[in-house]
């Protein structure tokens, strides 16, 4: 995950998830259950995955390998947080991973932990959320060509 | 009164919404996901969107502006490709105006 992108993670957790022999559902509840998470590379996949071969094959719970890589984002996401020079508000997350409990639940326990006082939100469309924004925006830029092509004629 | 439409091709999944839009009035007409599933996201992409026509009763010649966002920008149909931190923080900042919008975006 970069600043500007994120980098697959969504299809980075469904192989994890996949890995592990767990269905996509259960991946929120499941890590809410983690009591010791291990961290993986917030940044890599590659190196993340390897992380989790390495948990497996140490016998590290699944609960505990699903939390530490939501841990691991959230640290990322918080680290992003504070670099925008957010301290209060409502911070709205998008995309398919935000509708994982268990990312949002990491996201809050992060923010508390490094004092970032936003409300961290969810909304049932935030898988929409870039077509639905594409669809606005798309609106606004079509009425500002007609506008311009209204005074050009 | 004019209809746009959002195409969201991400990594996984394609998703794809239609709008209505009359001035401040806006109102979605259609939502679909659709998982990849080792097909090719561009024609998925164009199925996904002809059945969304389908559904609203709409034509592609109907579409003001059919927006793309994500991988989408390579579809020959596009009126116009926007960058997806653009396209999510506009949405949710238009659903929770006053709020600042972060993207935790995991689609890509």
Redo the contacts between chains.
């Keep these: 995950m970069t600043s500007?992108?994120?980098?697959?993670?969504?299809?980075?957790?469904?192989n994890i998830a996949r890995y592990l022999g767990i269905a996509q559902d259960e991946i929120g509840t499941l890590s809410q259950q983690g009591e010791t998470p291990e961290k993986v590379s917030g940044i890599c996949a590659v190196l993340a995955e390897t992380d989790v071969i390495n948990m497996v094959s140490r016998g590290i719970s699944a609960a505990n390998i699903l939390k530490g890589i939501h841990i691991s984002m959230a640290d990322r996401?918080a680290k992003?947080?504070k670099s925008?020079g957010?301290k209060d508000?409502?911070?709205?997350?998008?995309?398919?991973?935000?509708l994982d409990s268990g990312?949002v639940a990491a996201?809050r326990e992060i923010s508390a932990k490094e004092k970032i006082t936003?409300e961290i939100?969810s909304?049932p469309?935030s898988?929409?959320?870039?077509?639905?924004?594409?669809?606005?925006?798309?609106?606004f830029?079509?009425e500002k060509l007609s506008q311009l092509e209204r005074q050009a004629a | 009164m004019i209809y746009t439409a959002g195409i969201d091709v991400g990594t996984g999944a394609v998703k794809t919404v239609l709008y209505s839009v009359d001035g401040a009035a806006v109102k979605q007409l259609t939502k679909r996901c659709d998982r990849v599933r080792q097909r090719d996201p561009l024609k998925l992409a164009a199925e996904a969107y002809d059945q969304s026509l389908e559904l609203a009763g709409l034509k592609r010649d109907d579409i003001a502006y059919c927006a793309t966002t994500g991988e989408g920008e390579s579809l020959g149909f596009q009126t116009g490709h926007f960058y997806s931190i653009s396209t999510s923080a506009r949405s949710m900042a238009v659903r929770y105006a006053s709020t600042s919008a972060a993207r935790c975006s995991a689609t890509r």
């Design positions: 500007q992108c994120a980098s697959g993670s969504g299809q980075f957790l469904e996401l992003l947080l925008a957010t508000g409502v911070v709205m997350m998008t995309g398919g991973l935000a990312l996201m936003v939100k909304n469309d898988i929409y959320a870039g077509a639905i924004g594409a669809a606005l925006w798309g609106a830029r079509h």
